[in-house]
């Protein structure tokens, strides 16, 4: 079974720093590019940041730029997201989730059930 | 802010048709970006529903149908049941080449 977990939410003080990770199974983690997707509390979906197959290429939504990392560890089937200089906006579900791509553009096949992060004095 | 704006809410009585709209501009759909769609059920994960405009991934029932023009995209959902209440949400890129998602809509059945 196509699995993604994610791990490593929790409640963090404004300026601090917090790592994600996601665990892969069902298939071969290294064939695809992988992303991370948010959705704060009653509200829609935005894009994160994603990653290419090697680690080679990343991408990142503005608003996170310089103070969030994306990386992969293949050989441990992983993904990680590491948040530094936290703001109560980064406040979210975070999600995990394969990049499928259609004409040279991505969408997400597979969804793992997401993390909380609560960014708060 | 969303670049793509759905309908905050539809509902519809079981087994009839629903469409939820998602309208963007030149700068992404009608710049030729395909659409695609996600259900989440309250409380769960979002899950694919169409990709590439109007194709179905396996699985999905096809009462769930998809389609592109110009600048805006559609979702229609058929025979109406009381599983489809859900959010809905629309997915393309914009001219900056980031993926970017609709509003979302809340689906009710009535």
């Known amino acids: 079974e196509v699995q993604l977990v994610e791990s490593g939410g929790g409640l963090v003080q404004p300026g601090g720093s917090l790592r994600l990770s996601c665990a892969a199974s069902?298939?071969?983690?290294?064939?695809?590019?992988m992303s991370w997707v948010r959705q704060a509390p009653g509200k829609g979906l935005e894009w994160v940041a994603n990653?290419?197959?090697?680690?080679?290429?990343?991408y990142y939504v503005d608003s996170v730029k310089g103070r969030f990392t994306i990386s992969r560890d293949n050989a441990k089937n992983s993904l990680y997201l590491q948040m530094n200089s936290l703001r109560a906006e980064d406040t979210a579900v975070y999600y995990c989730?394969?990049?499928?791509?259609?004409?040279?553009?991505?969408?997400?096949?597979?969804w793992g059930k997401g993390t909380t992060v609560t960014v708060s004095s | 802010q969303s670049v793509l704006t759905q309908p905050p809410s539809v509902s519809g009585a079981p087994g009839q048709r629903v469409t939820i709209s998602c309208t963007g501009s030149?700068?992404?759909?009608?710049?030729?970006?395909?659409v695609h769609w996600y259900q989440q059920l309250p409380g769960t994960a979002p899950k694919l529903l169409i990709y590439g405009n109007s194709n179905r991934p396996s699985g999905v029932p096809d009462r769930f149908s998809g389609s592109k023009s110009g600048t805006s995209a559609s979702l229609a959902i058929t025979g109406l049941q009381a599983e489809d209440e859900a959010d809905y949400y629309c997915?393309?890129?914009?001219?900056?080449?980031?993926?970017?998602f609709g509003t979302g809509t809340k689906v009710t059945v009535l």
């Open positions: 997915q393309s890129y914009d001219s900056s080449l980031r993926r970017v």
């Open positions: 989730a394969r990049d499928l791509y259609y004409a040279r553009f991505a969408y997400m096949d597979v």
């Open positions: 990653i290419k197959q090697d680690g080679s290429e990343k």
């Open positions: 030149s700068s992404n759909i009608g710049a030729g970006y395909d």
């Open positions: 069902g298939f071969t983690f290294s064939s695809y590019w």
